[in-house]
């Protein structure tokens, strides 16, 4: 048992800043959804990635620049994920702060893809371990909007960083992309 020292303050109250779990949003659950089938997020009780999104639904829609939309995500990198002997694959920080940053920028605008990713692996990621992924998607034009990711360990350890331009999908991309599978 603990006891509380009588001088000490009262613990502050917990401030709502405003994050939720991303089905909690109307664009959010359909996002959701589709999360629940893709390569990173499809097996939320498996060895190699779990992933929970959360999203700020002050932020959503339509990001602006001096508003822009935040997805953030809590990530555990389990034994499959291995690359180098202990630590998690780059493939896979890379695959997680993609889908971070798509889910992102639909969050924001509409449905799109990636056209172009860069990544920075700034630290190797030890297996185990439980990191977050914070997401920004900046303003978007006609076709696209450009978006940035890192992942960040508990004790502020700065693991990967991205940048990716994605294409929103529109008319000309009629029946592509559409659900499928076998
Ligand atoms: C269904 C929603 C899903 C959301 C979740 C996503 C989660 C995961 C994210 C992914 O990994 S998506 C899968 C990986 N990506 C792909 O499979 C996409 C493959 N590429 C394509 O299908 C086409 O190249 C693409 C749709 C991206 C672009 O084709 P378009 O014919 O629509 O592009 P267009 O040439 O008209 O260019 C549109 C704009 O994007 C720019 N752009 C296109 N490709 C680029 C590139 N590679 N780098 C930089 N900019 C690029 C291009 O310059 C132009 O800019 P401006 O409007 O300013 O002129």
Same mark, same amino acid.
Request: charged share 20%; hydrophobic share 40%.
């Given at each position: 048992?603990?006891?509380?020292?009588?001088?000490? !303050? !009262?613990?502050?109250?917990?401030?709502?800043?405003?994050?939720?779990?991303?089905?909690?949003?109307?664009? +959010?659950?359909?996002?959701?959804?589709?999360?629940?089938? /893709?390569?990173?997020? *499809?097996?939320?009780?498996?060895?190699?990635?779990?992933?929970?999104?959360?999203?700020?639904?002050?932020?959503?829609?339509?990001?602006?620049?001096?508003?822009?939309?935040?997805?953030?995500?809590?990530?555990?990198?389990?034994?499959?994920?291995?690359?180098?002997?202990?630590?998690?694959?780059?493939? /896979?920080?890379?695959?997680?702060?993609?889908?971070?940053?798509?889910?992102?920028?639909?969050?924001?605008?509409?449905?799109?893809?990636?056209?172009?990713?860069?990544?920075?692996?700034? *630290?190797?990621?030890?297996?185990?371990?439980?990191?977050?992924?914070?997401?920004?998607?900046?303003?978007?034009?006609?076709?696209?909007?450009?978006?940035?990711?890192?992942?960040?360990?508990?004790?502020?350890?700065?693991?990967?960083?991205?940048?990716?331009?994605?294409?929103?999908?529109?008319?000309?991309?009629?029946?592509?992309?559409?659900? +499928?599978?076998?």
């Amino acid at each position: 048992m603990t006891l509380t020292p009588p001088d000490t !303050p !009262p613990a502050p109250a917990a401030v709502d800043d405003g994050w939720r779990p991303l089905d909690a949003h109307p664009v +959010g659950r359909t996002i959701a959804a589709f999360a629940t089938r /893709s390569f990173v997020a *499809n097996d939320p009780h498996g060895d190699r990635l779990r992933i929970r999104y959360e999203a700020r639904a002050a932020a959503v829609p339509h990001a602006t620049a001096a508003q822009p939309a935040e997805l953030r995500a809590e990530v555990w990198f389990g034994p499959k994920a291995e690359g180098p002997p202990g630590h998690a694959h780059g493939g /896979s920080v890379a695959a997680v702060l993609d889908e971070a940053m798509g889910l992102a920028v639909w969050l924001a605008h509409r449905a799109a893809v990636a056209a172009h990713i860069e990544v920075d692996f700034r *630290n190797p990621v030890p297996l185990g371990l439980t990191g977050r992924v914070e997401t920004t998607a900046g303003p978007a034009d006609e076709r696209k909007s450009s978006v940035s990711a890192r992942l960040v360990g508990p004790d502020g350890t700065v693991y990967g960083e991205a940048t990716g331009i994605f294409v929103l999908l529109g008319e000309r991309h009629a029946g592509r992309f559409r659900g +499928g599978g076998a």
